[in-house]
């Protein structure tokens, strides 16, 4: 069974820090995504990478970066946290099938 | 651009109801049709998938047919369970060199006993 696992479940910061939310995969995919979920909105791609440092923005990048150092682990960052980044985080991964991403349980951001 | 709409929800059903989630979609193409499950507290599953007109796709008692003539992809599932309740997402993936996922804004099923 493919893997996907994030390092949080919950967490908690206040406005301008730094945050690190990390995902990995156990799957050698090449394909890495983090989206952002939020009510009434769905799912909305932030960062996409499809190898190691190669990466592109989404649809909204603005207050995020990535990184991507080894295959398995792909991070999301927000420079310095504000409030309107509340919210559900989750990343996923595909590999070879286009056609199918494997999710990991998601990050629930609150910040204060 | 390419874009999925849901029907809005919440949906509450009666245990043993029939249940329709409708989906349609706007995509220059054929893209690939998908739809997610998120059960509270975890994160999405994949639920079923078609990649071309006329194909339906099915797991777990739930069917959807891709529609290329009305653009839909409506989940439909003969008797729901407590179980099924969860937030379910309708999905494209684009053409792009990402093949990235774009979803629909979610439906929420209750299903009571």
């Known amino acids: 069974d493919v893997k996907v696992t994030q390092s949080s479940r919950y967490l908690v910061k206040r406005t301008g820090e730094k945050v690190f939310l990390e995902c990995v995969q156990d799957?050698?995919?090449?394909?890495m995504f983090w989206y952002r979920q939020d009510p009434g909105l769905g799912l909305r791609l932030i960062y996409f990478s499809y190898d190691v440092k190669m990466k592109e923005k989404g649809d909204i990048p603005e207050g995020y970066s990535v990184s991507r150092e080894k295959k398995e682990r792909f991070s999301l960052i927000l420079e310095s946290a504000s409030t309107n980044q509340t919210s559900m985080y989750l990343c996923?991964?595909?590999?070879?099938?286009?056609?199918?991403?494997?999710f990991g349980p998601g990050t629930r951001l609150t910040v204060l | 651009g390419d874009s999925v709409t849901q029907m809005e929800g919440p949906v509450t059903l009666s245990e043993e109801a029939f249940l329709t989630i409708n989906c349609t979609y706007t995509?220059?193409?054929?893209?690939?049709l998908f739809w997610y499950v998120q059960y509270p507290g975890e994160g999405l599953q994949l639920l079923l998938k078609?990649?071309?007109?006329?194909d339906k796709g099915s797991n777990k008692g739930f069917e959807a047919t891709y529609r290329k003539e009305t653009t839909s992809f409506h989940l439909e599932k003969g008797s729901v369970q407590v179980s099924d309740s969860a937030v379910y997402f309708c999905a494209l993936s684009d053409f792009s060199n990402t093949g990235k996922l774009i979803f629909g804004q979610g439906t929420t099923l209750q299903v009571k006993p």
């Open positions: 078609a990649t071309k007109a006329d």
């Open positions: 995509a220059t193409g054929y893209p690939s």
């Open positions: 799957m050698d995919h090449e394909n």
């Open positions: 996923a991964s595909r590999g070879q099938d286009r056609n199918t991403q494997y």
